[in-house]
Every structure is written in C-alpha cells, then in structure tokens.
C-alpha cells in the first residue's frame, strides 16, 4: 500500500471534520464558550470509557449508544446553565465539567487497565480510518449542516445577540439543547477517530484565524475551510514523512500555523511595517535564543548528579553489581572451557587460536570463521575445525555442520559422529589432529599463530 492509499481516507475524515467544526467553531467563538466542545468530547469519551467497563469494545454501536447518551446529558447540563443574568460565567462550569468527565474517565479507565484506551481517547485513531467511517460522518454531518441551515436565523441570533433573543421571547435554554444536541452528535462522531484533542484544535484553530482575519460570517466560514484544508494535508504529510502519529503531528502543525499566520496579520495591518518587522526579528531571536538554552540547559543538567533520584542510583548500583558478576561468572565459565580444549587439542593447536574461537560472539559466527579459513587456507581452517569439534557446548546443529566441512575439506569425516559426546570422538579428533600436524610440516615456514582480527 502507498503513501496515497494510506492516507486518502484519513485526508477525507479529515476535511469532513474541518468543514462542520469551522462553522461550529465560529457559533463557539461567538458565545465566548471557548471550552464546550473540549468538555463535551470529554464527556462522550467518558461515555465510552464506562461501556468499555462493562465490556462493551470501542468502535462498536453499544459503545456510539453509550457516547451519544453521556454527550446529551453533557448537553443538557451546558443548556440549563446557561442564565440570563450570569453570576458565574458559564465558561467556568464547561471547565469544572471537563476536569470532572477527564478525571472520571481516568479512573473508570484504572479500574480497566485500558491504559491504550485512553490514548485513544486523547489522540484517536485518525491513520486507521475506513472510508465507511468517513460516509457514516459525511451522512451525519450532511444532516447536521441542513437542521443548522435551517435554524440558522435562530441559532446566529443566539450566539451573536443573546440579549435581542430574550428580549424577543425565544426559549433560550431549549434552543440552546438543540443547538448542543447537534453539536454532541458532532463530537462524538469526531472522538471517536480524531480523539479529543484533535477535535478541539479542528473546531477552534481555524476559526480563530477566520476571526482574526474578518468578522463576516461567509468570508469567516470560507477562510476557516481554506486553512484548515491546507493544514491538514501539510500536517497529514509530515505525519507520513517523519514516521509520526498523525493526529499530533496535525495538532502540532496547526499550532505552527496559526503562530505564523498570526505574525503575517500583525505585518500586514501595522501602521509602521518597518518597526514591526524589526519587533518581529527581535522577537524571533529572543525566541530562538530560548530554545538554545533550553536545550543546552536540558543536556547540561541531564548529565549532571542532580538528575538522578537516590532511587535511580540505588537501580543503576545494583544493576552494575549484576552486570559485574555475569561478568565474572562469564569469565570463569570462560576459563573452564579454556581449559578443556587446551587438554584436548593442545598438541595440535595454539593457545592464541583457541582465544580466538571462543571471542567469537556464538556459534553462527565461529562457523562462519572456519568457513573464512578454509577459504582462505586449508590448514588454518582445520585447526579451527578441530577446535569446535572438540568443544563440547557446541550445539548438535552446528556440530553437524563442523562434520559436514570437515568432509568437504578433509574428504572424510574421519569417524566423528555428532550424536555422540566429545570424549567418544577422541579418536576421530586425534586422527584430525595428525593431519593437521601432517598438513603443518608441508609448510615449516608457516607462522603457528593466528594474526590479529582486523577492527
């Protein structure tokens, strides 16, 4: 599968997303309730996390029957309190309810051990979406778009003018149930493959932009859907380039944009453009200089003694007191074995050839030594043939294969026979070991050592 296969319907949910949430995201930024659609992703998370207590999996309709019913209530609460004369600004219950929805969830998600669940929860599953999943919230969307179409009028004046409202009668708290029905059905839709703090960025980033730009609401929607189009399919590239998760790495990118746009507004509306460029400059710098020392501060002091607990010195003690007797053990085992082979061959062999065998790092790799050897000399590869037929931690396996290029070199196995142990072979390696002595006498002026390994 290509990059384009992989990421068409990730790409697509992701338009479908920035379409609505812009338009929702202006009526948000218009009731100055920046945090509702944050607190009601939460609460249908929540929903989502209490089936998934009574084992009911995500991404299934029992899970979507719970979210949509926890994102309704959450509605209903947001709609009865909103006042007319407002003694606690209703911005802060969205926030106490966020914080008490994320900490239940936290807990019911304890109790779980779905610690990837709440992950998901957070970021979503964007890279794994289907293109059913992307027609199940293009039709819901659809729908949404035409009850918001016509309510407009009602819903507009609601979020622009909510004084002119009850002043003409309308029943606000029930408008305003409808309109966060229509949004939770939204949210949930949306957490559900985005996470909740995807959903957040994709409601409120391009708005703001939309915003800061101009204050119609049509220019609004159109710049909102133009950026946030372009930012998704930069954010959703880099995500595929950089080998990193797609809804953070969206996330990220649209914070990188809006700074950038934002700088860009500053520029273009200063009345002296060469003062603000140079503001912006210094500006830059500073920043820069921030993240210098940032980084050098965090690489200093992560050397340094004062970041590391007691604990951590106590493990890294311990761990060193292990490694250094696995190292001894591993030395005197070593030795051991030394000396077995030394008994054996050494008459045939040097001491130097038989540290050679046994630095190698296991099997695989002596056998690929005596093949190198045999290649390059017959008589050097021999020797260390000997060696490993005379080892007895040699694994049957490859001792088999030892017999096998000692046919193809000696051109008999000499009577070696692998499914035995090493000291029934005694005769078949002292017969090996006469050739060897007999192939060294044809070439006296042969050094017996093994030269160097090369680094």
């Not at 946030?228 to 914070?255: E, K, M, N, Q, R």
């Not at 045999?374 to 694994?395: K, N, S, T, V």
Request: aromatic share 8%.
């Amino acid at each position: 599968m290509n990059a384009l296969e992989l990421m068409a319907a990730p790409f697509v949910e992701c338009l479908v997303l920035v379409a609505v949430h812009t338009y929702l995201g202006i009526h948000v930024l218009k009731r100055r309730v920046i945090f509702v659609d944050l607190a009601l992703a939460q609460t249908a998370a929540l929903g989502t996390t209490v089936g998934f207590f009574f084992g009911i999996m995500p991404e299934t309709p029992g899970a979507f029957i719970f979210s949509i019913g926890f994102a309704l209530l959450g509605a209903a609460i947001f709609a009865v309190t909103r006042f007319r004369h407002e003694q606690v600004p209703q911005e802060a219950i969205i926030g106490l309810a966020y914080a008490v929805t994320c900490a239940m969830a936290v807990l019911v998600v304890d109790k779980t051990q779905g610690a990837e669940h709440l992950k998901d929860i957070l970021v979503g599953n964007l890279l794994w979406v289907t293109w059913k999943d992307v027609a199940v919230t293009a039709i819901a969307y659809v729908f949404i778009s035409i009850v918001h179409f016509v309510l407009r009028k009602q819903f507009l004046l609601i979020s622009e003018n909510p004084k002119a409202a009850y002043r003409a009668g309308m029943a606000i708290r029930a408008w305003d149930f409808l309109f966060y029905a229509t949004f939770a059905l939204v949210i949930t839709l949306s957490t559900r493959v985005a996470g909740v703090l995807m959903v957040f960025v994709f409601l409120v980033a391009p708005a703001i932009l939309a915003f800061a730009i101009t204050s119609k609401l049509w220019l609004q929607l159109v710049i909102g859907w133009a950026a946030g189009t372009l930012v998704t399919v930069l954010g959703l590239y880099l995500s595929w380039a950089l080998d990193l998760p797609s809804g953070p790495a969206v996330i990220g990118f649209y914070g990188v944009a809006l700074v950038l746009s934002s700088i860009v507004i500053v520029i273009a509306r200063a009345p002296d453009r060469g003062r603000t460029l140079l503001t912006v400059g210094a500006g830059t710098v500073v920043a820069a200089l921030i993240g210098l020392a940032i980084y050098s501060g965090g690489k200093w002091m992560g050397s340094q003694s004062i970041a590391i607990s007691d604990e951590a010195r106590q493990v890294e003690a311990e761990i060193s007191i292990d490694q250094a007797a696995a190292a001894s053990r591993e030395s005197r085992e070593q030795s051991s074995r030394h000396r077995a082979l030394e008994a054996r061959i050494e008459r045939c062999v040097g001491h130097n050839k038989i540290d050679r065998y046994l630095s190698l790092a296991g099997p695989e790799e002596q056998l690929a030594h005596i093949r190198a050897k045999l290649g390059e000399e017959q008589r050097r590869g021999l020797e260390f043939l000997l060696i490993a037929l005379a080892d007895d931690e040699l694994p049957l396996l490859y001792r088999e294969e030892a017999v096998e290029l000692l046919k193809q070199a000696a051109g008999d196995g000499l009577g070696y026979d692998p499914q035995v142990d090493v000291k029934q072979n005694e005769p078949a390696l002292a017969k090996l070991c006469d050739h060897v002595r007999a192939l060294k006498k044809t070439n006296e002026l042969e050094p017996d050592r093994e030269p160097e390994a090369k680094p």
